[in-house]
């Protein structure tokens, strides 16, 4: 190589390495005219199950094959992924949000405030069978005025839930499990003295998990986290109540050392334990059972669901779907379309109740494919007797939650329900890793904390 | 005729310079100075992504500032830095002194001391949960069969924040101690020979030698250690969430959550604006001393 030749060489050098470094910023920007190209309406949804879940990736796989074929207008455009509230911002802010978006029941209310969803009302008229959805469900969509931005597709209440065959070993009815949190003491004691690593009661008490349980605890002595005064919220956790159900987890833990040592730890570390035969019971939704069974080598036969303690409130949570606010009539006409025919439509309950059966997935579970969102009606009715009928695993195990469901208030969160949660964490740390904390102090402390949250809003 | 032939080539180095000076700056200027910028842009604004953010003067400040959780953050994230110098400046330097002695297996040693640092900092500190667990943890079956008193370590308010230092120092102290080994191995030997002929035991050639010899690097790794400690934020985020209430909350924790948790970029910027004036005077000094040592 000649000299001239290698100098020509570093200068291409030089000028490739700036058009490599310029060329990602000239490639970010992508157009969504919401059209297939084909005259189909494009419609990028979310949802979809992650490949290393084969059985339920197929399942969803062939329900947006089916869609399609039955609404040949539109194109589905599945991505996988639920609801990440770490990256949900800057998927808005790149523009990579779908136009049909998952999400649990704690995000809408801050969605619909910084405007990231679109307003459907003026849609819903025509929308099947969405009248019979319960409405505190539809509630969790709407903003103040009652304008409506997505659409509630499963709905979970808390409860007790609970090893049968450990209650059978510490002397106690696995069919009368606790009712009140002085007896939930006393189960979780008699539970403990089995030893071998056993624990009567566990609590999740990070990653705002803390503060979650404590809010469905709160509830079910029939309290509020918040409350309205005029225009404002407040927090309405101090109360004689709260104390002494505090004192009870606080007896548990210390006194009774019926719930082990290690206390800082995530739901998913308590569902690990219970899931291995080594735990009592623990607060949990009905969505926790296939849980426990796929995913911890839990069983039905074992496992027990009860209402929630002392049973004056419980904690509605539960998941459903928001539009894009960037997206075009046709698109939220095409998505409305979707959303019902896929999570809205008891017309299709039966045929879906048959593909689990084959896929050996359970049936009987107030959760998909049978979700627990219908008002009293005959909707509801239908839905319960296909239930009964197809029921592949004990729902003896889970009937007295279930019965016990429709006279249980139920109570959606509180609002900013994650930074309450976050300051709800403390109160349940505190109890749990101080041997002589101050309940009073640590409810102080955190109501003065939420009031400013609210303040501050 | 030949001075013109010069010019054109040196026109042509130039604009080779240039080209490889561009790529650089694009880069710096697009990864590294606009994010900055945009953070002051930001921390002035309500964001909204949709409709377009406002400016709020300084009501994003006023919001930190009257977060209970500020003063906490920064109380926390300072005590962090003090029993990360106290502990990571110490451990790693004696370390380094012991290496410095043996005469054998020296490079096998200084491997064993490296390893950590190649273990992903999320790897460590979920490794780390499961040794501080109060049953059945490492640690704490250590401790017992050594008949010696146990720990809640992370559990318990009052020995969480430090329990982290021990997992950060753990993790971290492979690079401290190689820039320290570096550091003694350049004294001559002389110095130590003439201060064992005046008579001056092993604590008074370490006073007298060794730490006037690497006062420097000293220094250097001190200022380098409170601009990385003091934005802390793997430990608390994976071991502890930022409790037990609150004790492991740090500027690096709150910031994250404003931006990930409450979606206030606002406040996120607000706060990350204060620790990088914060920081930007250690930088300072990091500076002022690296430059006086160049001149």
New interface residues.
């Given amino acids: 190589m000649t000299f001239h030749a290698y100098?020509r060489r570093?200068?291409l050098?030089?000028?490739s390495?700036?058009a490599?470094?310029?060329l990602p910023?000239a490639s970010c920007s992508s157009g969504d005219d919401g059209e297939s190209g084909d005259g189909r309406v494009r419609l990028d949804i979310n949802g979809q199950p992650p490949g290393t879940d084969a059985r339920e990736l197929r399942i969803f796989n062939a329900e947006v094959a089916r869609f399609e074929e039955s609404h040949p207008d539109i194109d589905l455009v599945p991505h996988e992924g639920f609801m990440e509230?770490?990256t949900?911002?800057t998927r808005?802010?790149g523009g990579d949000l779908e136009d049909v978006f998952y999400v649990y029941f704690t995000d809408p209310a801050?969605i619909i405030e910084?405007?990231?969803a679109a307003d459907i009302t003026d849609y819903l008229a025509d929308v099947p069978y969405l009248d019979q959805v319960r409405p505190e469900l539809n509630e969790v969509f709407q903003d103040a005025e009652g304008r409506q931005y997505g659409i509630p597709t499963a709905n979970y209440s808390m409860g007790l839930l609970y090893n049968r065959e450990l209650f059978e070993r510490a002397g106690l009815d696995p069919d009368a499990p606790p009712t009140t949190w002085e007896e939930v003491r006393q189960a979780a004691a008699a539970v403990a003295e089995l030893g071998g690593?056993v624990d009567g009661y566990g609590e999740c008490?990070?990653?705002?998990t803390g503060g979650w349980h404590l809010t469905a605890e709160i509830y079910s002595t029939g309290g509020q986290v918040a409350d309205r005064d005029g225009e404002d919220w407040r927090a309405a956790f101090d109360t004689q109540a709260t104390r002494d159900l505090l004192d009870n987890l606080r007896a548990m833990r210390w006194e009774d050392d019926s719930m082990?040592?290690?206390?800082?730890r995530?739901c998913e570390d308590v569902m690990v334990q219970m899931g291995a035969g080594q735990l009592g019971m623990m607060i949990a939704a009905p969505d926790a059972l296939p849980t426990l069974v796929r995913q911890y080598d839990g069983s039905y036969e074992n496992l027990g669901l009860a209402p929630m303690p002392d049973g004056r409130g419980t904690l509605l949570g539960g998941e459903g779907y928001m539009i894009n606010?960037?997206a075009s009539e046709e698109q939220i006409e095409a998505a409305l379309t979707w959303l019902q025919w896929r999570f809205v439509n008891p017309e299709e309950t039966e045929r879906r109740i048959r593909q689990r059966l084959e896929d050996d997935q359970p049936v009987g579970l107030p959760m998909p494919p049978t979700p627990d969102i219908w008002a009293e009606g005959r909707v509801r009715d239908d839905i319960a007797a296909l239930n009964e009928r197809y029921a592949n695993v004990p729902v003896e195990h889970v009937s007295s939650f279930m019965d016990a469901a429709p006279s249980i208030p139920g109570r959606i969160e509180p609002p900013?329900a994650?930074?309450v949660y976050?300051v709800l964490?403390?109160v349940m740390?505190?109890v749990?890793?101080?041997r002589n904390a101050d309940v009073g102090a640590?409810l102080d402390e955190a109501e003065?904390?939420v009031n400013?949250l609210y303040d501050?809003s | 005729m030949a001075a013109s032939a010069t010019r054109r080539r040196r026109r042509?180095e130039n604009?080779?310079?240039?080209?490889?000076l561009?790529?650089a700056l694009?880069?710096f200027a697009?990864f590294a100075w606009y994010p900055v910028l945009r953070n002051v842009t930001l921390s002035f604004q309500e964001v909204?992504?949709?409709?377009g953010s406002s400016w709020v003067g300084l009501d994003n400040f006023r919001?930190v500032l009257?977060?209970?959780?500020f003063a906490t953050a920064w109380r926390n994230s300072a005590l962090f830095t003090l029993y990360a110098l106290v502990i990571g400046f110490g451990v790693p330097f004696a370390t380094a002194v012991l290496l410095n002695e043996f005469r054998h297996a020296r490079a096998y040693f200084r491997v064993l001391v490296y390893l950590p640092v190649m273990l992903p900092p999320v790897v460590v500190a979920l490794m780390w949960r499961w040794f501080y667990?109060?049953?059945?943890?490492l640690i704490n079956e250590l401790l017992s069969a050594a008949h010696l008193p146990t720990s809640?370590w992370?559990?318990?308010?009052s020995t969480s924040l430090i329990s982290l230092v021990i997992v950060s120092t753990w993790a971290n102290m492979g690079t401290a101690t190689l820039i320290y080994l570096a550091a003694l191995q350049t004294i001559p030997g002389e110095l130590y020979e003439s201060a064992e002929l005046d008579g001056a035991n092993l604590w008074r050639r370490l006073w007298h030698v060794t730490v006037p010899q690497t006062r420097f690097v000293i220094l250097m790794l001190l200022l380098l250690q409170v601009i990385a400690t003091m934005q802390v934020f793997t430990e608390p985020f994976v071991m502890?969430?930022g409790?037990?209430?609150?004790s492991t909350v740090t500027v690096m924790l709150l910031i994250y959550?404003y931006?990930?948790?409450?979606?206030d970029?606002g406040a996120a910027s607000a706060m990350s604006l204060l620790l990088l004036l914060v920081l930007g005077v250690f930088s300072a000094a990091y500076l002022r001393l690296t430059r006086s040592r160049q001149i």
């Fill in positions: 100098r570093v200068r050098a030089a000028a390495v700036t490599l470094a310029v910023l509230p770490e949900f911002s808005v802010a801050q910084q405007g990231y690593g008490a990070t990653e705002n082990g040592s290690d206390q800082m995530s606010a960037g900013r994650q930074e976050a964490d403390n740390q505190g749990l890793t101080e640590l003065e904390q400013h501050a | 042509a604009v080779t310079a240039y080209g490889f561009c790529a694009v880069v697009v909204n992504f949709v409709r919001k009257d977060d209970p959780l667990q109060p049953e059945g943890g809640q992370t559990n318990s308010a502890t969430g409790g037990p209430k609150d959550r931006a990930f948790v409450t979606n970029f």
